[in-house]
Structures are given as structure tokens and as C-alpha cells.
């Protein structure tokens, strides 16, 4: 018996979650976009104040 | 059938102090691993005596070759998760346990990189104001100078090497499109950056062998150093040195996995009628590193020419069939093979698809993603420095200053099953019971290695316990053993040695 009511219950389930498969790709890729921007931010926020002086200075010598 | 896969991972990492940057790399390569021993109740000095990496897996030995190391003297440490802690030419290195299976060498390989954290925090606290030591686990300083990250994989003595060789390199120089760290620019000479915006492998630049014995100069795709540590009638230790090193926990998944899968196949014979053979296959490796849009192809021996996708394709495919013939449990559990062979079908997929989609997968991928957004957004041009530094700050070890953290990579492990392993050994290795002698005995451990322990009881002779096979001294074997006996002494009389 439980066993049926868990198929009923988890059938609406997976419609929606083809539903979000088809989702217009517009939409995912805005998505994408909004959370590559919160990725650049603090990407801005953490990067080494000084690159060029950073990049510069990173030697590394004696290696395999 | 295949031979358990054990495998590992070995990691040179890259060091610098913030504040000083003239300081000397192997003082403060010893300085950042003495401040992670200095924390530890005790610790154990590594035995060189069984090294020989001067030993060719062709058949000859290289007397008095460059890049022979024994006895260096050097900061050098066992720790009781079984891995080695040392510095190695000038950096700091962390060499994992033996593991059974391709997850449980990711764990390991992730534990080292929770060592150099807690060792970059204790070092702070030891050096003056200002300064800093930072690690970072890449493989170039962007200036032609690179250092490695190996792979160990356990492979059957009876399979000649010369087939190894043949049906692992088309394998080798493709595995990149997956597995690749990603880079900007280009340090191949005569290879301007400009020409490179942007390249798959840290490494590719630098190898000019298909096949030798070295491992810091002319390097080679399939490394020939024979030293099995362990029983040499039956085993080889085929030693990578071609990858990357990962922090995308599956990148370093799929690299283990699937050259895991690759070696099983070739010690089935299973990949002769594979027929690929690159006509030049260090050029190869290169031309494929240096475009990351995967469209070019690369020329075989018969002529004909496949894209990088297109042979992994071929791997892959023959990957399955061997699944279905063979099984898979030379991959240690009954969860590695199929979901390993699962997400080789999906990232193939994605790849030839869009491989953005795989910016939340792949260490190359979230590191060009975010390269071009940030190129976009600042209309930075290809030469800039900053888009160099986001390359370097990807590995950058500081959880702080990591720009790989703050990307939302998909994850395979538990946060809390990596501290484990930090101090607990693998259970299904000898590397559990080098650990656990080291966590119950320290103080009668005068030297250990990988594969063998060397007992100081006080009053007798110095007693070796050899440890040949790397799949005895498991927790199945020795667990109960190691429990009950109250000292070292009664340990080694009880082992009978």
C-alpha cells in the first residue's frame, strides 16, 4: 500500500523535472549568466591587487 | 583477468613567501612541512635504502643518471594516513597512501591538500609579521619551469612494456580534453603566448619524449622509471608524469579512473584491435593542449586523422564492452566502475556537445570560463596580467585566496571523510598497517617506506618488517592483530619476523 502511494506521489514529480529539462535554453543560459556574474564579482574582490607584480615574482625552479 | 589497480597520487606543489619573494625554495619548502610535523606528536623519518629510480622498465639501469636523489637529506616524513611528506628537489610533496580504488585515491589526494592547509597556517604563525608561505597546487610558474604530478598505478609484470607503451599513448595524449588544468598562454619555445590565448594541460608544454627514463628534462609521455616497492617477479609501478595536477574533484576522479580502466584493458589484451597509433604523438599532445575548441584533429600512423573526442570515443566504447565481459572489481568496490564509465559517457557527451556545460565538472573549463568572463568584462586583452594571475590563483591553497573555491564545482567527497583522512590510513592497503604502527608506536619506528617498516626495539638489532605485496597488512589482516598487542616488540614477535 505505501509502496503505491509513494509511485502516485513521485509520478507529478518527475513531469516537472522534464519540464526544467525543456525549459527554454534562453532562460537556463540567463541563469548561467547571472551566476558567472556573482562568480566575477568576487573574482574582482579576491584577485592579487598588484597582477603584474604577482605574476612577475610567482619563480619556481628544481622541479619534476 | 586484471590485477587490483591500486593506485596513488604524488603532488610537488608550488611555494612562494608573500613578503620576501627572493627567499630560498627548499628552506621554505622544509619550514612549511617542519610547521605541519611540529604539530603532530610525533613523527618518523623516511628509509631511502629500497629506492632505485634510476631503473629502467625497458630493461637497463641508468648508473650515475641526472635525476637520481637518494639521500638527500632532507625534511622527510611519514604520516599515520601512510603518505609521505617531504621536500623533493624544491618544493614540498605529498605522496598518498596506496589506495584501493580511484575514490578512495581522490580522498587521499584531497587529505594532502588539507595537509598543506594546516601547514601554511602553522607556518604563518612561526614567520616575522608580513610574511607569508603560499602554496599552490599547479604544475608551471608560467616562465618554462614546471613540476609534477604523478599518478602510481600497480600493473602486472607479465604484460610487456612495449604494449603498455603502444596502446596508453593515443590514451595519454588525449586524456587532456578531459582532464586538463588549464592555461593561459603558451611556455613551448617559439610558441608565443599571444598565438595560445588559452591551452587545455599545464604540462603539455613541456614534454619532448614519447617514451624515457627522465623526469626533469626531455620529458617523456610514458615515463620508464622501474621501481615497483614491491614484489618486482609480479608487479610494476607504472609511474605518470604527464598529468596535471587536479582540483576539480572529478578531474582527479576520471584521471585515476579512467587510466585505471585503460591499463585493465591492455593487461586483457583487450585493446589490440583499438588501431590507433599517433604518427607523433608529443607534437599530438601539444596541438590538441593548444585548442580548447576540440575541432582539430591529429594525424595517425595510417594516415587517417581523428579528432581528440574521437579516440577517447574509442576508449570509451571498448571501455564498455570490457565491463560487460570482464567486470569491473579490479577497481577495489562495486560503485567506481560503473559510475566511472557513466560520467566518461557523460563528459564525452558534453564535450562534443558544449563544453561550458561542463564548467561545474572540469578544472580546464571552469578556469576558461571564468578567463572569459573576466576578459568581457574588464575588455581585458589576452596579454593581460590579470587574466595570468586568475590562472595562478585558481591553485592558489589559501581557502582565503582560492579562486577554484569559489566556484560551484560539483563534489564527490564528505568534508568530514577528508579530515579523517588526514591521520587515518586506508583500510585495504599495506598503507594501513605502515599508518597504524606509526600511530600506535611511534617511538619504535626508527624508519619506514613504502614497503617496508623498520622496528628500534632498544635492545635488539634494528628489525625490518618487509612489506612486499601492497594488498597485505589490510585492516582484514592485521586490524585485529594491531588492536590487541600492547607493544611494538609484541607486534614484531607476533608477525614472527
Aim: proline fraction near 5%.
Amino acid at each position: 500500500m505505501a509502496e503505491r502511494e509513494q509511485v502516485r506521489k513521485s509520478s507529478p514529480n518527475r513531469e516537472e523535472v522534464t519540464e526544467e529539462e525543456v525549459a527554454p535554453s534562453a532562460e537556463r543560459s540567463d541563469q548561467l549568466k547571472a551566476e558567472l556574474d556573482d562568480i566575477l564579482d568576487e573574482i574582482d574582490e579576491v584577485l592579487e591587487d598588484n597582477a603584474e607584480e604577482f605574476v612577475r615574482n610567482y619563480v619556481q625552479k628544481g622541479g619534476q | 583477468m586484471p590485477i587490483p589497480k591500486v593506485l596513488g597520487i604524488e603532488t610537488e606543489y608550488g611555494i612562494v613567501v608573500a613578503g620576501a619573494p627572493d627567499a630560498n625554495p627548499i628552506t621554505t619548502s622544509s619550514t612549511l612541512i617542519n610547521a605541519y610535523l611540529s604539530s603532530l606528536a610525533d613523527r618518523v623519518e623516511w628509509d631511502f635504502v629500497d629506492e632505485s629510480p634510476g631503473v629502467d622498465a625497458r630493461g637497463f639501469a641508468l648508473e650515475g643518471g641526472s635525476g637520481i636523489e637518494l639521500d638527500t637529506h632532507l625534511v622527510n616524513a611519514v604520516l599515520t594516513n601512510g603518505a609521505r611528506l617531504y621536500v623533493d628537489h624544491a618544493h614540498p610533496e605529498y605522496s598518498s597512501p596506496e589506495c584501493i580504488s580511484p575514490s578512495q585515491a581522490l580522498l587521499y589526494d584531497k587529505a594532502g591538500e588539507e595537509v598543506v592547509i594546516r601547514a601554511m597556517a602553522n607556518a604563518k604563525r612561526m614567520l616575522p609579521s608580513g610574511q607569508e608561505i603560499v602554496v599552490y597546487k599547479n604544475n608551471s610558474d608560467r616562465k618554462g619551469n614546471s613540476y609534477g604530478c604523478h599518478e602510481n598505478y600497480l600493473v602486472d609484470r607479465e604484460v610487456p612494456f612495449q604494449k603498455i607503451v603502444g596502446e596508453l599513448v593515443p590514451f595519454f595524449a588525449t586524456r587532456q580534453i578531459i582532464i586538463g588544468a588549464g592555461k593561459v598562454g603558451s611556455e613551448f619555445p617559439g610558441k608565443a603566448s599571444s598565438k595560445v590565448a588559452f591551452q587545455l594541460s599545464q604540462r603539455a608544454d613541456f614534454f619532448e619524449e614519447e617514451v624515457g627514463l627522465e623526469t626533469t628534462l626531455k620529458r617523456p609521455i610514458i615515463n620508464t622509471r622501474d621501481e615497483p616497492h614491491s614484489d618486482g617477479q609480479r608487479f610494476r609501478r607504472l609511474h605518470v608524469i604527464l598529468g596535471d595536477a587536479n582540483l576539480s574533484e572529478t578531474s582527479t576522479w576520471l584521471k585515476l579512473g579512467l587510466t585505471a580502466i585503460v591499463l585493465a584493458m591492455i593487461e586483457d589484451g583487450f585493446l589490440q584491435d583499438l588501431k590507433i597509433e599517433l604518427a607523433d604523438p608529443v607534437t599530438s599532445l601539444r596541438e590538441i593542449s593548444w585548442d580548447p575548441t576540440l575541432a582539430g584533429t591529429v594525424l595517425l600512423r595510417d594516415g587517417r586523422r581523428l579528432r581528440a573526442l574521437e579516440i577517447q570515443q574509442a576508449y570509451l566504447e571498448h571501455a564498455l564492452d570490457h565491463a560487460e565481459h570482464y567486470g569491473m572489481g579490479y577497481l577495489g568496490n562495486d560503485t567506481d566502475g560503473p559510475a566511472l564509465l557513466r560520467e566518461w559517457e557523460r563528459v564525452l557527451a558534453a564535450l562534443e556537445h558544449d563544453p561550458m556545460t561542463l564548467a561545474d565538472s572540469l578544472d580546464w573549463v571552469a578556469k576558461w570560463q571564468v578567463v572569459q568572463g573576466y576578459q568581457q568584462r574588464h575588455g581585458a586583452d589576452k596579454q593581460d596580467p590579470r587574466l595570468a594571475a586568475i590562472d595562478l590563483q585558481y591553485h592558489d591553497m589559501r581557502p582565503e585566496k582560492s579562486l577554484f573555491r569559489r566556484l560551484p564545482m560539483r563534489r564527490i567527497l564528505d568534508d568530514a571523510d577528508v579530515k579523517a583522512a588526514v591521520s587515518n590510513p586506508p583500510p585495504d592497503t599495506r598503507a594501513y598497517f605502515r599508518g597504524t604502527c606509526l600511530a600506535r608506536f611511534p617511538g619504535s619506528i626508527a624508519a619506514a617506506n613504502w614497503d617496508s617498516i623498520i622496528f628500534d626495539l632498544g635492545t635488539d638489532p634494528l628489525r625490518r618488517v618487509p612489506m612486499m605485496d601492497p594488498l597485505r597488512g589490510t585492516e582484514g589482516h592485521v586490524g585485529e592483530l594491531l588492536r590487541r598487542v600492547k607493544s611494538a616488540a609484541e607486534l614484531v614477535e607476533a608477525l614472527g619476523s
